[in-house]
């Protein structure tokens, strides 16, 4: 079936101005991450959600970022008054999340730059 | 987590074997070592999960000696397209510790 599905691959915005980032994991997988990705570095954990609640979401930076799943599948990642710093790679995973350990499928990231 | 310190950059031609270690000097007993892939404009991709002696499977294979401080990742015969930065993992995969702790990688470049 699909993989994970990430959009905007691509999203230019101004510094202050706020962005929804969204994510279509795979069908049935339960278990949902984000993750960050500065030029360089290896990916960076921000939320968790198991179902539609957040399980971890010791990652997000600050208050200004927000991650919703609603519906237990699709997910939005929220930032509010967008800093320049902000600018990098944010991959979605998905996992079955019926047990320990299970493989997560990533996406191929939206590529977020704040001018 | 256990850190994980693993070479910033290696290059190896066609066909070569390539082993890449990854050391991690205080891995709990509770951890796991796990390799991801990654391609450029591409989300990290899983290869291999092990906790120790050797696991193999139709990509890789990884090496773990006895005292678990560090792993090798064994590529068989690589090709051009094996190209990709390479990510070693400690970490508790038990439930409620499955975010995934990523380090700098090492890139691999496969040369003609």
């Known amino acids: 079936g699909a993989g994970v599905s990430q959009t905007p691959s691509n999203k230019v915005t101004e510094k202050g101005k706020y962005v929804e980032l969204r994510c279509d994991p795979i069908?049935?997988?339960?278990?949902l991450y984000w993750y960050r990705q500065s030029l360089g570095q290896g990916p960076e954990f921000l939320i968790y959600?198991?179902?539609?609640?957040?399980?971890?979401d010791s990652g997000l930076p600050n208050d200004r970022f927000f991650a919703v799943r609603p519906e237990g599948s699709v997910s939005t990642l929220k930032i509010q008054r967008t800093e320049r710093g902000d600018s990098a790679v944010y991959l979605c995973?998905?996992?079955?999340?019926?047990?320990?350990?299970?493989?997560?499928?990533f996406g191929p990231g939206t590529r977020l730059t704040v001018l | 987590l256990a850190k994980t310190t693993q070479p910033i950059s290696m290059d190896s031609y066609e066909g070569q074997e390539v082993n890449i270690t990854c050391s991690h000097n205080?891995?709990?007993?509770?951890?796991?070592i796990t390799w991801y892939q990654q391609f450029p404009s591409q989300g990290p991709r899983f290869i291999i999960q092990?906790?120790?002696t050797k696991v193999t499977n139709e990509v890789a294979s990884l090496f773990i000696p006895a005292d678990r401080k560090s792993s090798t990742l064994s590529l068989p015969r690589v090709s051009l397209s094996d190209t990709a930065v390479y990510y070693c993992?400690?970490?508790?995969?038990?439930?409620?510790?499955?975010?995934?702790?990523f380090g700098t990688g090492t890139r691999l470049t496969i040369i003609p």
């Open positions: 995973a998905s996992s079955p999340g019926l047990d320990y350990g299970d493989t997560q499928y």
């Open positions: 069908s049935g997988h339960t278990a």
């Open positions: 959600f198991q179902g539609t609640g957040a399980a971890d």
């Open positions: 205080n891995i709990a007993t509770n951890d796991y």
């Open positions: 092990g906790y120790k």
């Open positions: 993992l400690v970490g508790d995969i038990t439930f409620g510790n499955e975010k995934l702790t």
